[in-house]
């Protein structure tokens, strides 16, 4: 392999790794504060002790994250020089801002979060668990920004020629709220929600069938369930605004997203299928107008083919590549719809419990978000080839000049050793505290943050 493909390869592979963490903190996030909310408005002990216990998950996902997250900022330096400075003043800046106002305020109410609980009172731990997932949040919002950007270019300028160009923010609020940035953002947010609901319903779920800690299961459950349907509602939505953003902004991604070549009206949605590259056809069942309505909110209205949109087949993405990831995304999402609507609605009538076919796909949705995350992030990366930033710089022209391919191979191979490695302990991890379970001892909690305000000396 040359070396472009084997840095894509490379940096793919890192990210894809890393972004399985970030969602479930931000998921995770909203829940803690949901759960530590009901705790401190009723007193109730089952709400403390879940809070301590997704609190226990919460941190090792946030370690694990961290550490993965790191790796891809030197890459930008090694694999991507002359991207870092094409890009660097834009790009810093995002990521200035998200080390700023939201890793240090994530991390440093953390040690609150995880070491507070007898130290300080109930309503400043709450305030700390709501700083901590205010930023997970932030940091979603200034990576969403910094990579819509590369989408959709704004508030900028080019400053010198050939391969000392550069681009320079000269609108910072353009920047921040460039065409994409807002829709990808919440989309993003939905699918994080998504993940962090799925998995306290996946162990809730595994707990009953067990017959394990059956009360706190059957809270979490009811919890991560109106989260999880809350979410997969949520993310149906943003994915309608963000194909119409895609169709304006970005229509040769929208033409591969759908294999569509021929620019048409009452264009028709793919169902599944394959796309046909070298005779320019997609096969599959079509769904007349669908796509127009999606695109524009008009059945009737054109949508733009590829070979309007790129009439040079070396300025499209692989097309049935961006198709397939973009069809699992969509058909992940609906799954999700369907398992939480139907958990909610059997918990809502008292028979989930009874249904033990249906607790153990509550225990494996949690893969859903997951691969439905990965494939969503990978179809908009591929989809927008072979611009590393649209309509500026190509992919291939973003590379560093001294790296050679066989330094590449040899870092994707210590790569997957290391994250190999960190996926056994965070496995390993997880599955302890799962095994472990909730504290009973957490049900009677004592302690300055355990005991009612008014008890207190």
């Known amino acids: 392999m040359d070396v472009l493909t084997l840095s894509r390869f490379q940096f793919a592979l890192t990210t894809a790794f890393h972004y399985i963490y970030p969602p479930l903190s931000i998921g995770l996030g909203v829940v803690l504060v949901i759960v530590e909310g009901l705790w401190l408005k009723t007193g109730q002990p089952i709400y403390h002790q879940m809070a301590r216990f997704w609190t226990k998950v919460f941190a090792l996902t946030f370690a694990i994250g961290v550490a993965t997250g790191i790796v891809l900022e030197f890459e930008f330096g090694t694999n991507w020089a002359t991207y870092s400075r094409y890009v660097g003043d834009v790009f810093g800046s995002a990521l200035a801002a998200e080390g700023i106002f939201a890793f240090f305020l994530e991390s440093g109410f953390l040690a609150v979060l995880l070491f507070g609980w007898d130290r300080v009172g109930r309503k400043m731990h709450f305030f700390a668990t709501c700083m901590v997932c205010l930023g997970a949040h932030f940091s979603a919002v200034w990576i969403i920004v910094a990579n819509s950007w590369m989408q959709t270019p704004a508030g900028f300028h080019i400053v010198g020629e050939g ?43 595994w707990y009953v069938l067990k017959r394990r800690h059956e009360a706190f299961a059957r809270a979490s459950l009811r919890i991560g369930l109106l989260v999880g349907l809350i979410a997969s509602v949520l993310q149906l939505l943003s994915g309608h605004s963000s194909a119409a953003g895609v169709a304006r902004n970005q229509p040769v991604k929208l033409a591969a997203f759908e294999g569509l070549y021929e620019t048409s009206t009452n264009a028709p949605l793919m169902l599944f299928g394959w796309v046909d590259e070298k005779n320019e056809k997609a096969i599959g069942p079509k769904i007349p107008g669908l796509l127009s309505f999606l695109a524009h909110n008009d059945w009737r209205k054109p949508v733009t083919g590829l070979r309007e949109a790129a009439p040079n087949p070396a300025d499209r993405p692989p097309v049935n590549f961006t198709f397939q990831l973009f069809h699992l995304m969509v058909g992940i999402g609906s799954g999700m719809i369907f398992i939480a609507v139907l958990g909610y609605y059997h918990f809502w009538r008292g028979s989930l419990f009874e249904k033990r076919w249906l607790l153990w796909l509550l225990v494996l949705s949690v893969f859903g978000p997951q691969v439905g995350n990965q494939a969503g992030w990978f179809a908009a990366e591929v989809g927008r080839q072979p611009w590393i930033v649209q309509g500026l710089l190509r992919t291939s022209e973003g590379l560093s000049a001294v790296v050679k391919a066989n330094m590449v191979l040899t870092s994707i191979l210590l790569f997957s050793a290391v994250y190999a490695l960190l996926f056994a302990v965070f496995v390993y991890l997880l599955n302890d505290k799962i095994q472990h379970g909730p504290d009973d001892a957490d049900l009677t909690p004592s302690g300055k943050l355990g005991l009612p305000e008014r008890s207190r000396p």
């Open 163 to 205: 391969l000392k160009a550069r681009a320079e923010i000269t609108d910072f609020w353009a920047m921040v709220f460039n065409p994409s940035a807002m829709d990808r953002l919440f989309h993003t947010l939905c699918g994080a929600w998504q993940a962090g609901a799925f998995l306290v319903v996946s162990v809730s779920a």
